[in-house]
């Protein structure tokens, strides 16, 4: 009888390095290197929003679960400011992990549009359990404050180049 893997082996996603120290981008890429086992020689260039701090972005390759893997390591430095995406594969929902600042790490499920999903059992316990603001409760499972701390940093000026990871899957 043949064995059936109805989940994917493999997904890509996306590490936004928002904003980071000049002294703590070595670490970043020895981080992200120690994740997916590739050097990511990240492009770094000056952040205008957060002056005197860097900005890079990569894609990536790897098992399904690195973005997890990838935010936990980057989670590590308070300071930095970051997003990791995870797409969807077969059997996987996608993902998005956003870290700001005094705000920690935030992680949300995604559509293959990018879009953050709330699913039916968790939109049923705020609205059963008596919220006194379902408005706050919402927003605060869509990312709002996260994404409102990080819009200004994500256009990341001119001359913003993009690094490609890959991690052998097989």
Same mark, same amino acid.
């Given at each position: +009888?043949?064995?059936?893997? *109805?989940?994917?082996?493999?997904?890509?996603?996306?590490?936004?390095? *928002?904003?980071? =120290?000049?002294?703590?981008? =070595?670490?970043?890429?020895? @981080?992200?290197?120690?994740?997916?086992?590739?050097? =990511?020689?990240?492009?770094?260039?000056?952040?205008?929003?957060?002056?005197?701090?860097?900005?890079?972005? !990569? #894609?990536?390759? $790897?098992?399904? $679960?690195?973005?997890?893997?990838?935010?936990?390591?980057?989670?590590?430095? =308070?300071?930095?400011?970051?997003?990791?995406?995870?797409?969807?594969?077969?059997?996987?929902?996608?993902?998005?992990?956003?870290?700001?600042?005094?705000?920690?790490?935030?992680? $949300? #499920?995604?559509? @293959?549009?990018?879009?953050?999903?709330?699913? /039916?059992?968790?939109?049923? &316990? +705020?609205?059963?359990?008596? !919220?006194?603001?379902? %408005?706050?409760?919402?927003?605060?499972?869509?990312? %709002? &404050?996260?994404?409102?701390?990080?819009? /200004?940093?994500?256009?990341? $000026?001119?001359?913003?180049?993009?690094?490609?990871? %890959?991690?052998?899957?097989?």
């Amino acid at each position: +009888m043949r064995t059936l893997n *109805h989940f994917a082996d493999a997904t890509s996603g996306v590490v936004y390095i *928002h904003s980071s =120290p000049a002294a703590l981008c =070595p670490h970043v890429e020895w @981080a992200l290197a120690g994740v997916l086992d590739a050097v =990511p020689g990240l492009a770094w260039s000056p952040q205008p929003a957060a002056p005197g701090s860097l900005r890079a972005e !990569s #894609n990536w390759v $790897g098992p399904v $679960g690195s973005g997890a893997r990838l935010a936990g390591a980057l989670r590590q430095w =308070p300071l930095l400011r970051f997003e990791v995406t995870e797409d969807p594969s077969e059997g996987m929902d996608g993902e998005r992990y956003s870290h700001v600042p005094g705000l920690g790490l935030w992680r $949300g #499920n995604t559509s @293959a549009c990018g879009d953050v999903v709330l699913g /039916e059992q968790r939109l049923r &316990a +705020m609205i059963e359990g008596g !919220s006194r603001n379902l %408005a706050a409760d919402l927003a605060q499972a869509l990312g %709002a &404050a996260w994404d409102e701390e990080l819009e /200004e940093f994500r256009s990341g $000026g001119d001359g913003a180049e993009v690094s490609w990871l %890959a991690r052998r899957v097989g």
